[in-house]
C-alpha cells in the first residue's frame, strides 16, 4: 500500500519500521517540527523524524494542517491509507478523508477507556490489571472513531510507564501490520457509549507525591510517571525523583523514612523506593543512592 506515516515520539518508531518491513511504500513521514533540546537549546530532530531520515524517506514538519495548502500537498500523495501513532497535531476532516481508506489511529488503550494524551500514565496511576492498543478509524472526535482490531495485555504490579510503553509500542505494530494486510474485511465496531474515560495530559503539580496517601496510590503515582515526568519529593532542600517502588509494610508518621534499606511510610502502609535520582545526578538503585546520600532513620520527606 501507499502509506502516509504520522508520528513523533519513540513509541511510533517501531510502528515506522514495521509498515517498511512489510513491504509498504511509505510515501511520506509528517512529524513534529524540530524542537530545543539540551543544554544549548539548539533544535533536534524528533525520533521518528531521526528514523525516517535514516531509511530515506521524504519528512514534512508543519506546524498545522488547517492551510489549504497543506491539504493540498497531502492530497497530491494520493496515499491509500494514513497511519497516524501519537503524531500531535489535530487532523482536519480534509487530511481524514483524502487517503483512499482514510486514516487509521494505533491507540495505546482499550477504548473508550482513556482516550486522550496520557493513556498509558493513567492506566498504571488508576490501578488497571490490563491495557492493551487498538486499531482505530479516524473520524473528527478525541478517539472516538470505530475500532478495527484491538489486543489486550495484562498490567504487571510493578509495571512502569517505560516498561509498558516500550510493550505497547510493540503490539502496535504488529497489530497495524495485520490490519493493513486484513483491511478490506475488517468490520469497524462503534465505541459504547458507556466505559469511557479521558486520559488527560499529565500535569506538572501531579508530579509530587503525598505521603499521606496510601501506599497503593502512592506507588501507582512513582510508577505510572516513570521516567517522565518523575513522581518527586524533598529531602530539605534537594529534590529526588522516584523511578521504582512496591508496596511494603510500614507504620509511623506519613513521610518517615524507614530503613532496609529504604522504605517510606505512607497514609495507609509503606513503600520500598527502589530506584533514585537527586537532581543534576544518574538514577541509582536504592543501595548505591544511600551511599552518596544517606537518609536516616526517622528522617520526613
Known amino acids: 500500500m501507499r502509506i502516509i506515516f504520522m ?17 509498504h511504500e511509505v510515501v511520506c513521514v509528517y512529524s513534529q517540527p524540530p524542537r530545543p533540546a539540551g543544554r544549548g537549546k539548539k533544535d533536534r530532530l524528533g525520533p521518528v ?28 500523495l494520493s496515499a491509500d491509507v494514513a497511519v497516524v501513532v501519537a503524531y500531535g497535531l489535530i487532523l482536519p476532516q480534509a487530511i481524514l478523508d483524502a487517503p483512499d481508506k482514510g486514516c487509521l489511529n494505533i491507540h495505546a488503550s482499550l477504548l473508550p477507556r ?7 500514565h493513567r492506566a498504571i496511576m488508576a490501578g488497571d490489571r490490563s491495557t492493551g492498543v487498538c486499531i482505530m478509524q479516524m473520524d473528527a472526535g478525541l478517539d472516538t472513531g470505530p475500532v478495527l482490531l484491538r489486543q489486550e495485555t495484562r498490567v504487571a504490579p510493578d509495571e512502569t ?13 504488529a497489530l497495524i501490520v495485520t490490519a493493513l494486510s486484513q483491511l478490506d474485511q475488517l468490520a469497524p465496531v462503534a465505541q459504547p457509549d458507556n466505559g469511557v474515560t479521558y486520559a488527560a495530559k499529565i500535569d506538572k503539580s501531579e508530579a509530587r507525591v503525598d505521603w499521606s496517601r496510601p501506599a497503593a496510590e502512592v506507588d501507582r503515582l512513582i510508577r505510572g510517571l516513570s521516567p517522565f515526568p518523575g513522581a518527586w519529593t524533598m529531602n530539605a532542600d534537594t529534590r529526588i525523583k522516584l523511578l521504582a517502588s512496591r508496596l511494603s509494610d510500614g507504620a509511623g508518621t506519613p513521610g518517615e523514612v524507614l530503613q532496609d534499606p529504604l522504605r517510606v511510610v505512607c497514609g495507609d502502609g509503606a513503600v520500598e523506593l527502589i530506584r533514585l535520582q537527586r537532581a543534576g545526578k544518574a538514577a541509582q538503585d536504592a543501595t548505591e543512592f544511600l551511599r552518596g546520600w544517606p537518609l536516616t532513620a526517622g528522617s520526613i520527606l
Do not use: Y
Not at 114 to 120: E, K
Open 7 to 23: 508520528g513523533t515520539p519513540d513509541f511510533s518508531v517501531p510502528v515506522l519500521d514495521a509498515l517498511v518491513e512489510a513491504g
Open 49 to 76: 523524524h531521526q528514523r525516517a531520515e535514516a531509511l530515506g524517506l521524504p519528512v514534512r514538519t508543519p506546524t498545522s494542517l488547517k492551510s489549504v495548502q497543506s491539504q493540498q500537498e497531502f492530497a497530491a
Open 114 to 120: 482513556w482516550r486522550g494524551a496520557a493513556p498509558i
Open 161 to 173: 510507564t517505560q516498561s509498558l510503553h516500550n510493550r505497547l509500542a510493540g503490539m502496535g505494530a
